[in-house]
């Protein structure tokens, strides 16, 4: 088994763990959390548009999605700036409003982990003489 590369190896960290605060210290897990960073914040986005419009604010809905849209396009694209806009937009009314829940709470270790991810990947790239080519999106 372990000649084919099978054999057991326990984790040492706890899935949760893994979720809320991965490790950023290689590329493939840089991407791997810049992902996750830009699918929370289409949640996000989609969420707050949905129940504003249906709270019977129309432009107001459409805007603040599109705008979660765009951050969650900049975070896929290693943006720092779209990741401490996504955790300023999405802290700021949780906070001035005291609505905490277990799901806001982990959906904002998920976007302080995007920030950590992208900070990473331009802190490697500071380290190396040739700068990581992430493949972007098209």
């Not at 999605?65 to 806009?85: D, W």
């Not at 995007?114 to 972007?136: D, E, G, V, W, Y």
């Amino acid at each position: 088994m372990q000649q084919l590369g099978l054999a057991y190896t326990p984790k040492t960290q706890s899935r949760l763990r893994e979720l809320l605060w991965p490790d950023v210290d290689n590329p493939v897990a840089i991407k791997t959390v810049c992902h996750t960073g830009m699918w929370v914040s289409f949640v996000v986005g989609g969420l707050t548009a949905l129940f504003t419009i249906i709270g019977g604010h129309l432009l107001g809905g459409f805007v603040t999605g599109a705008i979660f849209v765009a951050i969650g396009i900049g975070i896929r694209k290693y943006s720092r700036v779209a990741a401490i806009l996504g955790i300023l937009l999405y802290l700021g009314p949780q906070i001035a409003t005291a609505s905490i829940s277990v799901v806001s709470v982990i959906f904002a270790f998920l976007f302080i982990s995007s920030l950590r991810a992208t900070f990473a990947l331009h802190r490697l790239n500071k380290q190396s003489s040739i700068p990581l080519q992430m493949s972007r999106p098209k």
